[in-house]
């Protein structure tokens, strides 16, 4: 005959909760994300095989291309949109060896002496123009030159894919950009959170580096 | 034999305040908890450059391109990249593929090892095309790279120049997004 115990009231065990918990833990610390990662895609240019003329689009492609050297980044292909009917100035002595000039005046070591802001605004007006022309302007092509750092690279599709987004600009449509007041001098927007992201060029090519599509 | 149990009984350890801690430990790790596929390990010899973008990286290929050496999905190329100095810096090196490795342009090696990714890649889409599969829908011939940011633009297209010849023609940068 067994004598009934009394109840005793034992506390609550969390071993097995600890247990549990001490597991999860190095895996959730291995799977820690110390940064965030994201892609910038791009296309190589495929080469036709046998030569055949790639289709004629309505709208004429602008062939806006980048260069970029020690010296500065240099817009080629919309001098039309830049300079005008009158064409560019002719080369002076003593002139800026690059369009747009590295900020420093003199050879550019980083990403902070491009002048990124400016490389900005004319694109935006670039492509002002090519919409108001009806010209396809989806397209960069990319032509930096041999010694030109990964990184600069990187900083220049960002400014040209979206301006807007670099300089967190609050820019609903392109318009925005030149804004004019009353005596018609342009307003600057600047410094206010972005809302709308704004593609200027998304298809970055690079040059010299051609697919060749194989035979399937 | 009864007796001798009960001196043995001792004090009970109260985990209660370390299950606190943990619970809150727990709540953080989950917060800063990754759930993407794709990976990386930064070193001395790989910092990704830092861009806006916010498109999300998907797997693919990964081609990784570091200071010293060239890697084809986590397996190194047999050679060393060679370092020389960055005309614009004085006194930064900057890396380019050894003039012994070079052929008509193309790596000879990458070349070889992403071929074989492409007939891999080739072979099933062949499979799923049999099945039914529209071609334009497998989505193969993309690639990830994952370039040091001081990597000169010749080497990086020297590497796509050669990947475009492997029947590689979407590229996907790997970049690092700022914190907010």
Known sequence: ?216 | MKRKARKEQSAELNITSMMDMMTIILVFLLKSFSASEVNVVPSQNLQLPNSSSRISPEVAVTVIVRKDQILVDDQPLGFTLAAYEDPLRPGQVLSSVPDDQKEASAINELFARLKEFAAADEAIAKKLEAKGAKRKDLGSGKILLQIDKDIPFSLVKEVMFTAGQAKFNKFDFVVVRPAE
């Open chain 1, 1 to 216: 005959m067994l004598k009934r115990r009394t109840i005793k009231e034992d506390p609550l065990d969390l071993v097995p909760i600890m247990n549990l918990v001490t597991i999860l833990i190095p895996f959730l610390l291995a799977a820690i994300k110390s940064f965030e990662l994201s892609v910038i895609d791009t296309t190589l240019p495929a080469i036709s095989p046998d030569g055949a003329p790639a289709k004629v689009d309505e709208n004429p492609p602008l062939s806006l291309k980048l260069n970029i050297n020690q010296f500065g980044i240099n817009i080629i292909g919309a001098n039309k949109y830049i300079y005008g009917e009158a064409g560019p100035p002719p080369a002076t002595e003593g002139a800026a060896k690059a369009m747009i000039p590295c900020k420093s005046s003199g050879l550019c070591r980083g990403v902070k002496d491009y002048d990124w802001p400016k490389l900005r605004k004319d694109l935006t007006m670039i492509k002002k123009k090519a919409i108001e022309d009806k010209r396809d302007s989806d397209n960069v092509i990319f032509m930096p030159e041999r010694n030109i750092r990964y990184e600069l690279i990187i900083a220049m599709m960002d400014t040209s894919r979206n301006g807007a987004q670099l300089l967190e600009l609050d820019i609903k449509t392109i318009d925005e950009v030149f804004k004019k007041d009353k005596n018609g001098k342009e307003i600057v927007v600047e410094n206010q959170k972005v809302k709308v992201p704004r593609k200027l060029f998304p298809n970055v090519v690079m040059a010299g580096a051609a697919t060749v599509p194989g035979k399937k």
